[in-house]
């Protein structure tokens, strides 16, 4: 099993910065791919980005530009820096973790909620 725990959400005007972040811990051995996902209410949950174990990384087009997704030196600790917010980036953002052990398992936090208003 894996545990992930986000930090770092609250309320930014536009045009603001925050930084989330993800740690993994349990059996984290294995994680191919650690992500950040949000949803907005009344919608589906998008991919924000994704950064794998080689440190590939993968955006959403509608952040690229204004996010970075990083690891820390620990490997079990993910990041997202949200640079230029805008009201359409409220939302609760969820960290995400995938191990490929034989099957697939996909692991989630609890969320944090992220608000950009004026």
């Known amino acids: 099993q894996v545990q992930l725990v986000e930090s770092g959400g609250g309320l930014v005007q536009p045009g603001g910065s925050l930084r989330l972040s993800c740690t993994a811990s349990?059996?984290?051995?294995?994680?191919?791919?650690m992500a950040w996902y949000r949803q907005a209410p009344g919608k589906q949950r998008d991919l924000v980005a994704a950064i794998t174990s080689g440190g590939s990384t993968n955006y959403a087009d509608a952040v690229k530009g204004r996010f970075t997704i990083s690891r820390g030196n620990a490997k079990n600790t993910v990041y997202l820096q949200m640079n230029s917010l805008k009201p359409e980036d409220t939302a609760v953002y969820y960290c995400?973790?995938?191990?490929?052990?034989?099957?697939?398992?996909?692991?989630w936090g609890q969320g944090t909620q992220v608000t950009v208003s004026s």
């Open positions: 995400n973790a995938v191990k490929v052990v034989g099957a697939t398992q996909t692991y």
């Open positions: 349990g059996s984290i051995f294995s994680i191919n791919v």
